[in-house]
């Protein structure tokens, strides 16, 4: 079954600079993948969608990129503030029907 | 606009109590799934819905039943609670297949 892997440890990162989060995942390649932020006692909420002929996508300050010869995807955030922190999710789409998730990694912006 | 709603937010069971987790959509999504969050596992899907009338397996079905009666409606229900379904279950929607999810802020359901 696909496995998905996101580091489990926190990234403490300083306000201004570039955070880079990491999927990767086994098996093959899915036909989406996105990217969610999850905020502690909330629900994930949905940022990003990549196709896999798409090798990046942006908005605003948010930056994804997905290499199917790599199996990984990166997850960019620019400028970071204090008010990015939170758990980043992964999410692979293999039948256009449901995702598999990763476990999340937290972001920690300091001021 | 209220989104995804989950009733109720929050509830303790004794083992072998039965319930029922109550999920409502307004924005008439076909797709609608149950996943339950654990620390350390990430969300792992429970069963999901491709429309009215329909329901489908996920990964880890075993000790819940769901039910699509109406579109807008996903139950989820626990028939003899077990300590191992103490977690945070999520409802979600989606317009169709491979498009993103809504989510609802999850309910939190402790087992003694």
């Known amino acids: 079954s696909q496995k998905i892997e996101q580091n489990s440890e926190a990234l403490n990162i300083q306000e201004g600079k570039t955070a880079t989060l990491t999927c990767n995942y086994t098996n093959y390649s899915p036909a989406y993948l996105q990217w969610y932020r999850q905020d502690p006692g909330r629900g994930p909420v949905f940022l990003l969608l990549?196709?896999?002929?798409?090798k990046e996508k942006r908005k605003e300050r948010l930056k994804v990129t997905f290499d199917t010869t790599l199996k990984q995807s990166l997850f960019h955030i620019t400028a970071s503030q204090p008010a990015d922190s939170a758990t980043y999710l992964c999410?692979?789409?293999?039948?256009?029907?449901?995702?598999?998730f990763g476990t999340g990694t937290r972001l920690l912006v300091s001021p | 606009n209220a989104g995804v709603t989950q009733t109720p937010k929050f509830r303790v069971l004794k083992t072998g109590q039965s319930m029922t987790l109550l999920c409502a959509q307004d924005m008439n999504h076909e797709y609608m799934y149950w996943y339950r969050q654990d620390p350390g596992m990430g969300l792992r899907l429970i069963h999901y819905s491709v429309g009215e009338g329909t329901t489908a397996k996920g990964e880890v079905p075993d000790g819940y039943n769901v039910s699509r009666l109406k579109k807008q409606n996903f139950l989820l229900g626990l028939e003899s609670a077990a300590p191992s379904q103490t977690s945070v279950y999520f409802c979600?929607?989606?317009?169709?297949?491979?498009?993103?999810?809504?989510f609802g802020d999850g309910t939190r359901l402790s087992i003694l």
């Open positions: 990549i196709r896999e002929n798409e």
């Open positions: 979600a929607s989606s317009p169709q297949g491979g498009w993103p999810q809504h």
């Open positions: 999410a692979l789409d293999m039948d256009f029907q449901k995702l598999v």
